[in-house]
């Protein structure tokens, strides 16, 4: 126990040495010097991309750019480690911090015009690359875009054949603004969600391997969950291909925006709180025990910390990414803080680890772990209200009921006419709190239903008898 009292210590430690550096200055300095040798790499990497369609690739007029272009990247590598450049609705990010371009040349925007004609959103650089590497990577712009939209799945098969793999391609991005009107009834929701667990389970993955994983991966499919709205009823259905753990990654990250809409938040809080939540399982990707082969012997591919250990373990893998910025240290604290109590020793934790306590206690105890049955979600209310100013933030708590309902989804219901329902929807408004969407299971005789068959309390008001299950 002591060990991972230690180890908490340590990354909090950490943590508040970086923000310490951060209010010195010195972050600045690293943002400063991060946004002039982006934006000269993208310059670079623009020319070279315009020059694909005026000289051949073996032309010695390539020399000079590429010579630039590895330089550049060597910086920027030595400065982040990954380097992930993004190019989203004529903004260029590298990490986490946006590249002011000259708006009167437009090269960013008119770079992402170029990658998103091959289905692109931006690249991920893993490694330094040589000379033959960028070769590689640009050739694959002086091909026309395949027009069944293919073209990222053929570069990126390529770049694997050329032994390019450290260079990642990545789809295209985009992000919301406040005051952004959306039309979510075009949203596929099952695909949305499907793309949550996947892209947890991808940056598990990542981390296990010691790389830095693409933050703004894991954003776009959170502003699509934003654009549909966290109690979207397909994104309560689990995947079929979902593994429980990237399930109780998406749900915790569903039950949080929940939350945060319910305290008012702004649309851009709410997207640095729900891609914290798909961050603040991860420390379970660390490796304990891990060797390499040496010596002869073969490696040791370690094991994950235990849950004691998993907290401190994500902050530390995720505070490898060089450099400060706000939604990095969202994510660290979101690791390190989303076990602790809201009243418990020293300083009580930030919001987003008070909003992730009570998300992460909601959907472990919903989903029965360690029990031999499941409880009715109402009861595991109950069960965290009975802690409310103890361990949980009592006002986080009433913002996060308030969205779920009386029934919250999942919810079993026995109605006066003898049919029985589950619940499908969130409380949609204060009117509908206890007046959910359900999906009936068996009609008024008994019979189970096969097809889906809608039943709105609100629009069919029909008592509730009680709670089955």
């Not at 990658?115 to 033959?132: I, K, N, P, T």
């Not at 308030?402 to 919810?411: A, E, F, I, R, V």
């Not at 949609?428 to 959910?436: F, H, Y």
């Amino acid at each position: 126990m002591s060990e991972a009292v230690d180890s908490l210590s340590q990354s909090q430690e950490q943590l508040g040495n970086v923000l310490d550096r951060a209010r010195a200055g010195e972050d600045r300095e690293l943002a400063t010097r991060i946004r002039d040798s982006g934006e000269r790499f993208i310059r670079q990497l623009y020319g070279a991309m315009r020059l694909t369609g005026i000289h051949d690739l073996e032309n010695h007029a390539y020399d000079k750019p590429i010579t630039e272009l590895v330089t550049t990247l060597d910086l920027l590598v030595e400065l982040l480690g990954a380097v992930h450049l993004i190019a989203v609705e004529g903004q260029v990010y590298i990490n986490d911090v946006r590249v002011r371009m000259d708006e009167r040349m437009d090269i960013g925007g008119k770079m992402g015009q170029v990658l998103q004609a091959y289905g692109l959103g931006g690249v991920s650089f893993h490694s330094r690359l040589d000379g033959s590497q960028f070769r590689r990577f640009i050739e694959g712009f002086a091909e026309k875009p395949s027009p069944d939209g293919r073209s990222r799945v053929l570069m990126q098969r390529r770049l694997m054949e050329n032994g390019a793999e450290a260079i990642e391609l990545q789809g295209v991005y985009r992000l919301r603004i406040s005051g952004e009107h959306v039309d979510a009834a075009n949203i596929d929701e099952g695909r949305v969600a499907s793309n949550a667990s996947n892209l947890v389970d991808a940056t598990i993955d990542t981390l296990g391997q010691a790389r830095m994983p693409n933050p703004l991966s894991i954003r776009r499919v959170v502003t699509e969950m934003l654009d549909i709205g966290p109690g979207g009823e397909g994104l309560w259905e689990e995947s079929g291909s979902s593994n429980k753990f990237s399930a109780h990654t998406v749900r915790v990250g569903l039950l949080c925006m929940l939350a945060g809409v319910g305290l008012g938040l702004s649309d851009e809080a709410l997207q640095d709180l729900g891609v914290a939540a798909m961050f603040h399982d991860v420390g379970y990707a660390f490796r304990e025990g891990a060797e390499p082969a040496r010596d002869g012997q073969p490696a040791m591919a370690g094991f994950p910390p235990p849950f004691e250990r998993h907290a401190s373990a994500g902050a530390r893998m995720l505070l490898r990414q060089r450099g400060f910025h706000e939604a990095k240290i969202h994510r660290a604290l979101a690791t390190l803080e989303h076990h602790r109590d809201f009243a418990g020793a020293g300083d009580k934790p930030s919001l987003i680890g008070r909003i992730l306590r009570i998300a992460e206690a909601y959907d472990t105890l919903a989903r029965g772990a360690g029990q031999k049955r499941k409880p009715r979600p109402s009861a595991v209310l109950r069960r965290l209200w009975a802690h409310a100013g103890s361990r949980y933030d009592p006002v986080v708590l009433q913002a996060l009921t308030n969205q779920l309902g009386k029934w919250p989804p999942g919810s079993v219901l026995m109605l006066a006419d003898g049919r029985v329902v589950r619940v499908v929807s969130t409380a949609r408004s204060a009117e509908t709190w206890d007046k959910p969407r359900t999906r009936v299971l068996s009609d008024a005789r008994g019979n189970v239903l096969t097809d889906a068959v809608i039943l709105d309390l609100a629009e069919e008001p029909v008592q509730v008898v009680a709670e089955a299950g």
